[in-house]
């Protein structure tokens, strides 16, 4: 079975031409046609951390649904701004909600799901904006995948890193895809989205989702890949 699993930065909702507009997302997000989706910055930061994304057009007009989780406030959608979307029919196992170190406040959502295929873990991340803290990041979510290496595993989101090769060494065991420029979506050169997989996944194709939409929808262009599991 072949899944696809994306990733999009929404940027609280707010597009390119400056505009705030969700129903812009969602239809992005429909075009993507994807099994998992990975959301980042779904969440205003201030004022209770209200949601940029209001559960109820995302309920309507999705076709994904979105996961039960506990947001980090009462008016919010995600946890440090993020969620998780997935395809009616996917099983959802344990969720567990991680703070990651550094200077600002950043979580990642470790979710075990199953399309059919196998189990799986996907790791949902929006990493900092120094390289010093990236890395701690990177190393606290490595060292939660320990306790079962056998599991395929992916992660997914906004790396927030410019370089092709520094950042990425607690990554051990793990294979980094970068579908392409996906910042910002006006004229994207930025490579900051990305993925990780183990020796669990085979990676069929990757892209980023480019179209007139998607480059007003938000400052971010969604990527995606088509994976099988191996083990």
């Not at 979506?185 to 900051?192: D, I, K, T």
């Amino acid at each position: 079975m072949i899944l696809r699993i994306a990733s999009y930065n929404i940027h609280k909702s707010k597009g390119s031409d400056g505009r705030f507009d969700p129903s812009r997302v969602i239809d992005v997000i429909n075009a993507l046609s994807a099994d998992v989706l990975a959301l980042q910055e779904v969440d205003f930061r201030f004022r209770g951390r209200p949601a940029a994304l209001p559960l109820d057009a995302l309920r309507e007009g999705c076709a994904l649904e979105p996961v039960a989780l506990n947001p980090t406030g009462p008016a919010s959608l995600g946890w440090h701004g993020q969620t998780l979307l997935l395809r009616k029919g996917i099983t959802l196992g344990a969720l567990h909600h991680v703070a990651l170190p550094g200077f600002e406040p950043r979580g990642a959502l470790i979710a075990d799901i199953d399309a059919g295929s196998g189990p799986m873990r996907l790791v949902g991340v929006h990493l900092g904006l120094r390289r010093t803290d990236r890395r701690s990041q990177l190393a606290h979510i490595r060292a939660r995948l320990r306790d079962n290496e056998a599991r395929p595993a992916l992660i997914v989101g906004d790396f927030n890193e410019w370089s092709a090769a520094k950042g990425f060494e607690a990554l051990h065991g793990f294979e980094m895809t970068t579908p392409g420029p996906s910042y910002p979506a006006r004229a994207p050169f930025g490579r900051l989205d990305r993925m990780a997989f183990n020796a669990g996944i085979s990676v069929l194709r990757t892209g980023v989702f480019d179209s007139h939409l998607a480059r007003r929808a938000s400052d971010h262009l969604p990527i995606w890949a088509d994976l099988r599991l191996t083990a």
